[in-house]
């Protein structure tokens, strides 16, 4: 389900939590679906329970999953939380093409870096190279 990166230098309670909110975003642990309890998980990634609880916690926080009492944690609804998402990078996004502007960084320039981003993004999800998604 998840794998941890000891290389990484972030706290592996933040690998989790990253690594549950894309699992929640793209759909592939559904709304209401039970998570692993605490013991399992830190048992199946060899970590300690108090981690596991500290990145449920924050998962928690951030509306991800929510508690039973009695019965564990379950994953929210996906689809509300890929909309808040998406509206949060386009924000940024569109403060940094502000900043490009005021920078006099041509449109033309702005609309190929777009492209190049989405083009390598889909040559690494279909392995071929050859796949393109419309921006």
Request: glycine fraction near 8%; avoid cysteine; proline fraction near 4%.
């Amino acid at each position: 389900m998840i794998y941890i990166d000891y290389k990484d230098r972030r706290p592996i309670y933040e690998q989790i939590v990253e690594r549950f909110q894309m699992l929640i975003i793209k759909g592939v642990l559904e709304a209401d679906s039970q998570m692993p309890s605490v013991r399992e998980l830190a048992t199946t990634l060899a970590v300690n329970p108090n981690t596991v609880q500290k990145a449920y916690a924050i998962l928690e926080q951030n509306g991800f999953i929510y508690p039973v009492r009695g019965r564990g944690n379950f994953v929210t609804g996906g689809e509300r939380l890929l909309e808040e998402k998406q509206q949060a990078h386009l924000k940024e996004f569109q403060k940094s093409v502000r900043q490009a502007r005021e920078l006099n960084i041509p449109r033309e320039m702005l609309w190929e870096a777009v492209r190049q981003v989405y083009e390598a993004d889909a040559q690494k999800t279909d392995g071929k190279g050859g796949g393109k998604e419309k921006p």
